[in-house]
């Protein structure tokens, strides 16, 4: 069931919130189900997890005011976080499913740090071996899975 939490908006020079649609997970905690309109910029992504809390506006309007992220209620946050270096296979929202290596997860701004295996997409450009990563925001990850290690000739550890 839908209800409607309101958004902090960022750089309009006094404090503005956005009317948005969201969908309860918990008493506090709400996933974003509208989508960011042209020309605004939100606190929270579209599809972010966010906790809400009673705020009185300006005019004596009450409703819920999103106030932080609650990246610990998505299911996938605690097996990324659990198993960071781990390898994963992962599918994300625009169709991309790939194996990656889970370097990082970050809590705070809702997003996990990758190094790319493969992947089943034609990519424009290939990084050449660096130190280059990979960055997926939670909101964009469909589903992960634990890829389980293999033992092989006794000693070597492969994925």
Known sequence: ???????????????????????????????IVDQISA??????????RVRCRDRIFSG??????AF??????DPNYPLLKKHEQGIFRVAFASGE????KVLHVDEQHEDFIYDLVSTNLER????????AVYVAKFADLVSAQLEPRVLLCGSVTLW
């Open 1 to 31: 069931m839908e209800t409607i939490i309101y958004m902090p908006l960022l750089g309009e020079g006094t404090d503005c919130w956005r009317p948005v649609r969201a969908v309860p997970i918990s008493d506090d905690v709400f996933r």
């Open 97 to 100: 499913e790939s194996v990656v």
């Open 68 to 73: 932080e992220y609650a990246i610990e209620t």
């Open 124 to 131: 424009d450009h290939y990084r050449a071996k660096s130190d």
């Open 60 to 65: 004596g309007i009450s409703g819920l005011e």
């Open 39 to 48: 020309g605004e910029s939100w606190k929270f992504g579209e599809d972010s």
